[in-house]
């Protein structure tokens, strides 16, 4: 009877033996960079649970990795060794500082909080036990275990948007998202300063227009009261014409002779006729029927306070 084989020992280790876990440190990789690095040195703002903050730092090394693959600017933050508070409420640490060419964008990461009733303190306790004044918010806000970015653009309004883990959702699910809003916010802002320029440029242009329209009216204008005023001098001349061919008709005294060819050489120094003093300047370039629809430039009164 033969004896039964041996088993294979070398076989059975092979199958029974657990896989190996990859550390957080071979996981990041040896050229971390020095915000990721800070992350992981002074964890202050991720949960207190050590295998809870394994996933925000990975999540955080693979947003600094999409944006480098994205060709987007990265300025990095160092992080305190303790959380930094705003009224009261905590809303992370600044992580990185994104740009695609136009629009900074911030990311922070830290714990998501929730609002809770305030319970009241040992000393806040104790004041109330002696009828004394007690001043106590109504809300805490207090740690709820869950990792999260909040992005602020240039234009960031309450505390910016939030990606938080979920249950279904890793963080660093939301990397793409984050990319994305990094570009978005660039191409508005690139769009807006386009509009800007254009707006600025269609103000010059208009200023232009109107400062030339201005002055082909102004021309218009001294023109205009050049021949109004050459008219009257000319009605003027014309009567004391007139007068001056009645007091020869009606005086041939050598005093009156005298007075009346003074008066004739005074007058051909007056008539516009003889004379012939033209308004300076080029002959205005504004049509009469500009002028007719545009009327006479009226004064800028400024109201008085």
């Not at 930094?84 to 964008?105: C, R």
């Not at 978005?184 to 232009?208: C, G, P, V």
């Amino acid at each position: 009877m033969e004896p039964p084989p041996k088993p294979d020992v070398a076989a059975a280790e092979t199958t029974t033996a657990e896989p190996e876990l990859v550390s957080l440190e071979d996981r990041l990789g040896p050229r971390l960079h020095p915000a990721v690095r800070s992350l992981w040195r002074h964890p202050a703002a991720l949960p207190e649970d050590p295998a809870v903050r394994e996933r925000p730092i990975l999540a955080a090394h693979e947003l600094v990795l999409a944006a480098k693959e994205a060709g987007l600017k990265i300025e990095g933050h160092t992080q305190p060794r303790k959380r930094s508070h705003a009224y009261g409420i905590y809303l992370g640490e600044l992580l990185v500082t994104l740009d695609a060419g136009y629009s900074p964008v911030r990311v922070k990461i830290g714990e998501a909080m929730k609002r809770v009733p305030h319970e009241l303190t040992p000393e806040e306790q104790a004041k109330k036990r002696r009828n004394e004044y007690v001043w106590a918010p109504t809300y805490d806000h207090v740690g709820t275990g869950v990792s999260c970015f909040r992005v602020y653009t240039d234009k960031p309004k309450g505390g910016g948007t939030r990606y938080a883990e979920t249950k279904s959702r890793t963080l660093a699910s939301f990397v793409p998202v984050i990319i994305q809003a990094v570009q978005r916010a660039s191409e508005a802002k690139r769009e807006r300063e386009e509009q800007q320029r254009r707006w600025q440029e269609q103000r010059r242009l208009e200023e232009i227009a109107r400062r030339e329209l201005a002055e082909r009216r102004s021309r218009y204008e001294k023109w205009e009261a050049s021949l109004t005023s050459q008219v009257d001098a000319w009605k003027r001349s014309e009567e004391v014409r007139a007068y001056l061919d009645a007091l020869e008709q009606q005086h041939g005294e050598p005093e009156a002779a005298a007075f009346i060819a003074w008066a004739r050489e005074h007058l051909a120094t007056l008539d516009p006729a003889l004379t012939m003093a033209l308004p300076s300047g080029e002959v205005p370039e504004l049509s009469h029927a500009e002028r007719r629809r545009l009327g006479r430039p009226q004064e800028q009164r400024w109201p008085r306070w």
